[in-house]
């Protein structure tokens, strides 16, 4: 992944989409509206935030990248393993659906999702033309909800699995994720004896890695091309929202994809 700079807004975006004809932003924290504890670039709407502070900052992102805010589809992330195949914006004012992964075919429609330490996973298949974008806590990790996500490509778009790419982002690591035996337990329960290995003890304490439970599901599901960013949202809180960091006073950075390309010559 490589920081990106655009007029007081910073990115990253990862090496496996370039030349791909897809844009991508994992927005840092920088660049916004908001004032502390969600200074600045928080896209979250429910965590107590200025909600015009809010919007500007959506609005905003919009602006610099060069992308129409009535092209945006987004949704209500609930933790579970809803996946949206959708082929059209979400209108200003309808009510947002409840999901936690979203994928679309159309390069009107720019996705948008909100993260402070689970895991974005960003998907693209080059050859049928598809991206989509995940949502991964330790529930819908537990509950596989990337192999949801490429059940869903096959079935909506008829994607091999083979040939989707996906790039797993910013998100807290393993050292500062400290959970409860009921998550290890979840995770034995879904994965059997393979849910062991995603975790390290400490003085009876369990401490689970996220980055490690979605490369194996995405592997399972015979994805083969995948990268790992390795950055730990609670680590680089001057870049990152982190909720665990945070004390759960903490705001959202956002995940934009879009298969317009604003910055490519030919991409009209």
Sequence with gaps: MAFVEKDGLRYYQFESFKG?????AVL????GYSKAPFKSLNFGGTVGDDPEAVLKNHQKVFRVLNFNFQSRFDVWQVH??????????????ENHQ???GILTD???VTLFMRFADCVPILLMDPVKRVIGIVHAGWQGTANKIAQKAIKALAECYGSNPADVMASVGPSICQECYQVGSEVFEAFRKSFGLEG???FSQNH???????WEANRFTLEQACVEQIEVAGLCTACHQEDWFSHRGGKGKTGRFGVLMSLHDPESPGDA
């Excluded at 840092?28 to 660049?31: I, M, Q, V």
């Design 80 to 93: 579970g393993t809803n996946i949206i195949c959708t082929d059209s914006p979400r209108e200003l004012n």
């Design 204 to 210: 009876h304490h369990f401490y689970l890695d996220l």
């Design 98 to 100: 409840k999901a936690d």
């Design 28 to 31: 840092t924290r920088e660049g």
């Design 20 to 24: 791909l004809g897809v844009f991508h």
């Design 196 to 198: 062991e290995k995603f």
């Design 106 to 108: 159309n390069p009107k």
